[in-house]
């Protein structure tokens, strides 16, 4: 039973577990700067290209059914578009609603999206035999009209995590990873 017990202690001692103190994101959250200038008319500049380019909205939904607060920023529930753009070389999140931007939040971490991520973590999409035959068919017919085709938007996901004072809001667009944070109460 000892070397059983000493052999867990062992493997523990092996593999940290990656733990991100309080005191971290106390850090990342005070250094994120909200953005200093604002929109034309709170219009996503670059709005026009992403649906000209691609079939379909490229960014996810998000919906919060809880008030989440970063600095002076309310972000009261309801549903938003999460659009990361590069303002000025910083990365901001934008929530945007009914075609207009209502926040621009600072990211306050960007990484790399890790391998086969999204192979593991979205769900397959399950097709009735008459929707493979129909998607075959569509395959088929813009494989010899290409050029009018729009191309597939990048892979994306949310993941919200809930800390003792902290909102981890993590948006995986294309090849990275951006997290936002928020206070869970406004003081």
Do not use: C, H
Not at 38 to 51: G, M, Q
């Amino acid at each position: 039973m000892k070397n059983l017990l000493y052999f867990l202690i062992f493997i523990l001692m092996l593999n940290p577990l990656p733990v991100v103190a309080d005191s971290d994101y106390d850090s990342l959250y005070d250094s994120a700067e909200p953005m200093k200038s604002r929109l034309y008319n709170d219009i996503d500049p670059f709005e026009d290209e992403d649906n000209i380019k691609y079939a379909w909205s490229p960014y996810p939904l998000f919906r919060t059914s809880a008030n989440m607060y970063f600095k002076d920023f309310t972000i009261e529930p309801g549903y938003y578009i999460l659009t990361p753009r590069t303002f000025s070389g910083k990365d901001y999140i934008l929530f945007k609603q009914n075609g207009k931007v209502q926040f621009a939040i600072p990211v306050a971490k960007k990484e790399n999206t890790p391998m086969n991520f999204y192979e593991a973590n979205t769900p397959k999409v399950k097709l009735t035999p008459m929707q493979k035959f129909a998607s075959g068919v569509r395959k088929k017919f813009y494989d010899t009209a290409k050029n009018s085709m729009r191309i597939t938007p990048p892979k994306s996901l949310v993941n919200v995590e809930v800390d003792t004072k902290f909102i981890i809001l993590t948006l995986y667009y294309g090849e990275y990873k951006y997290i936002a944070l928020f206070k869970r109460s406004p003081y």
